[in-house]
C-alpha cells in the first residue's frame, strides 16, 4: 500500500498533473484489487482498456507535447474525475461480485479437461465459421430475433477461444495458431467495425494464462501480438473512412471478397505513405482511441444549460431491457446516440442517416442522469453483477476448458468498451449470458450426462466380465461351457 501511494505520488509530480497520478492510482486498483480466478485475466485486461479509452490522452501530450481537443474545454478535469471514477466504481463492483461468489460457491469437483477430440473441436469451428454468415443475414431479416441472433454469432468467438487455449496447451502449436489468426483477422477486415481486435485479444488471453517469462517463445509472442495489434488499429484508423463509403453499394457490402479485395488495396496506399504520415496516424489513433470529447463537451453543458434527467435515462433503459423484442414486437426504440450527443454536447456528429453513431458512453449517460458522485452506484451495482457472474460461470460449468473459454470471450466482449452505452452494456450482456452462456451450460450438462452413461456401461461391463469368470467351466465342451 506504502509503495502504492509512492508510485502515485511520484507520477503525480513528475507529470505535475493529478490527473495522470489519479490514473495510475486506478490502473493499481485493476490489477491489485481484482482477484484473481481460474484462467486469463481477462477482467483486468478489459478494465486497463477501459481505463487507456480514459487516460490515453493526458498521457499522449506529457509524452509528445501535442495537446489534445478535450484538454481546452473548461469542463476537462470534472470529465476526468468522471471517467476515472466510473472505472474505479466498475473495478470495485467486479471485487466486491467475485469475491461474494468465490466465499459462496465451489469448482466443480468434476473437471475434465478436454471436452472433446482436437479434430472434433476444429469440425465445430468450421461450423461456426460458415454459420456467422447466415446467422447475420437473418439478424437484419427477422429483427425480432436480431438480439438472439447476434449474441449466437458471437458464440463464433468463444469456440475460437477454446481453438487457441487448445493450441497453446501442452504445446506452443504456432504454425496453427498463426493460421486461425491469419483468417479470423482477414475475416474481421471484412466488416463494418474493427473486428479484427476481438481474434488478436483473445489470443493474448489464452497465451497469458499459460505465459512463462523465462520461455523465450512466449515472450517473442506476446511483443508479436502487441505490436501487430497496434499497427492494425493504427493502419484502421487510416482507412476506415474511404472503407465505409463502399458499403454504400450494396454489391460491395454483400460481397465479402470483394470487400478484402477493397482493404488490401487500401492497406497497400497507406503503407506507401506511411512513413511521410506516421506521426498524423498514431495522433489519429489516439484521438480515436480516447472516448472523453463528447463527454466532456456534455459535462460543459449539464447542468449549467440543460439539467440532469433525474434517472430518466436509466429508468427507460431498465424498461427497454425487460421487455424484449420477441415478446414486445411494437415496443419503440431508443433514443439513437448520435441523437443524444446532438441534444447534450452541442454538436452535430454522424448519426443513423449515414449507417453509423457516436456514442457517449456508459459513464456520460450516467452523468446527465445522477450527476456527480450518484452517477457511481448504478455503475457500481452493474460491476457487482458482472462479478458474480463471471464467477458463478467458471464454478457451474464442470468441464473446465469449456468454462474458461466461455467466461474469456464473453466478459471479454461485454466488458471492453468505455464509450458503450448503458442499455447496450447491460441488454447485450444479459443477451449474451442468456444464449451463448445457456447454450455453453447445456452443453456441458450433455456432455456430462453422456460421461456418466459411458461410466455406467463400463462398470457394467466389467461386472458382467467378473460374473463370467466366477462360472465353473462344463468339462464336456470345448468351448468350456460358459454362459455367453
Known amino acids: 500500500m506504502i509503495l502504492d501511494l509512492a508510485i502515485v505520488a511520484i507520477v503525480t509530480y513528475a507529470c505535475g498533473s493529478w490527473i495522470h497520478g489519479a490514473s495510475v492510482a486506478v490502473l493499481l486498483l485493476i490489477w491489485k484489487g481484482i482477484p484473481n480466478s481460474e484462467g486469463p485475466p481477462v477482467l483486468k485486461l478489459a478494465m486497463t482498456t477501459q481505463w487507456m479509452q480514459v487516460a490515453i490522452g493526458p498521457f499522449y501530450t506529457f509524452l509528445t507535447g501535442e495537446v489534445m481537443a478535450i484538454e481546452e474545454i473548461p469542463a476537462y478535469g470534472t470529465t476526468m474525475v468522471m471517467g476515472l471514477g466510473s472505472v474505479a466504481a466498475l473495478t470495485i463492483g467486479l471485487i466486491i461480485g467475485l469475491r461474494a461468489m468465490q466465499q459462496r460457491k465451489a469448482y466443480p469437483e468434476l473437471t475434465p479437461e478436454e471436452m472433446v477430440s482436437f479434430s472434433t473441436l476444429l469440425v465445430i469451428y468450421g461450423v461456426a465459421l460458415a454459420l456467422t454468415g447466415v446467422l447475420q443475414e437473418l439478424a437484419g431479416v ?58 488478436l485479444l483473445l489470443a493474448t488471453l489464452a497465451l497469458l494464462e499459460v ?67 506516421a506521426r498524423d496516424s498514431i495522433f489519429a489513433f489516439v484521438d480515436r482511441t480516447s472516448a472523453v470529447y463528447y463527454p466532456a463537451l456534455a459535462v460543459n453543458r449539464v447542468p449549467s444549460v440543460l439539467p440532469h434527467t433525474d434517472g430518466s435515462m436509466l429508468a427507460t433503459t431498465m424498461l427497454h431491457i425487460v421487455t424484449p423484442r420477441l415478446l414486445f414486437p411494437d415496443k419503440p426504440p431508443l433514443i439513437s446516440e448520435s441523437e443524444l450527443v446532438r441534444k ?69 466482449i461485454t466488458l471492453y468498451l468505455y464509450e458503450k452505452a448503458f442499455a447496450k452494456l447491460l441488454g ?12 455453453a451450460y447445456l452443453v456441458d450438462r450433455w456432455l456430462l450426462i453422456r460421461a456418466r452413461e459411458v461410466d455406467e456401461q463400463e462398470r457394467e461391463y466389467e461386472a458382467q466380465e467378473a460374473q463370467r469368470s466366477l462360472v465353473p467351466a462344463h468339462p464336456h465342451r470345448p468351448d468350456g461351457g460358459r454362459k455367453a
Open 211 to 277: 505465459f512463462d517469462r523465462k520461455r523465450s517463445d512466449h515472450v517473442v509472442a506476446v511483443g508479436v501480438l502487441g505490436v501487430t495489434l497496434l499497427f492494425a488499429a493504427v493502419m484502421w484508423i487510416g482507412v476506415r473512412a474511404e472503407y465505409r463509403e463502399d458499403f454504400a453499394d450494396a454489391g460491395f457490402a454483400a460481397s465479402r471478397g470483394a470487400r478484402l479485395t477493397r482493404m488490401q488495396a487500401l492497406f497497400t496506399d497507406w503503407y506507401a505513405q506511411a512513413g511521410s504520415t
Open 142 to 199: 427477422f429483427e425480432p430475433l436480431r438480439q438472439a441472433v447476434v449474441a449466437l454469432s458471437l458464440g463464433r468467438l468463444a469456440v475460437v477461444s477454446l481453438v487457441l487455449r487448445r493450441l497453446m496447451r501442452p504445446t506452443f502449436r504456432w504454425d496453427l495458431v498463426i493460421a486461425l489468426l491469419t483468417v479470423e483477422v482477414a475475416l474481421g477486415f471484412t466488416g463494418y467495425f474493427s473486428g479484427f481486435k476481438e481474434p
Open 428 to 439: 447485450d450482456s444479459l443477451t449474451i449470458m442468456v444464449y451463448v452462456g445457456g447454450l
Open 344 to 412: 447534450y454536447s452541442g454538436v452535430w456528429v454522424a448519426g443513423d442517416e449515414s449507417d453509423t453513431s457516436i456514442a457517449f458512453g456508459y459513464a456520460a449517460e450516467m452523468y446527465l442522469d445522477f450527476g456527480i458522485p450518484m452517477m457511481f452506484l448504478p455503475i457500481l451495482l452493474y460491476g457487482a453483477f458482472m462479478g458474480g457472474a463471471y464467477e458463478w460461470f467458471l464454478r457451474t460449468i464442470a468441464h473446465r476448458e469449456l468454462a474458461v473459454s466461455v467466461t474469456m470471450a464473453l466478459f471479454w
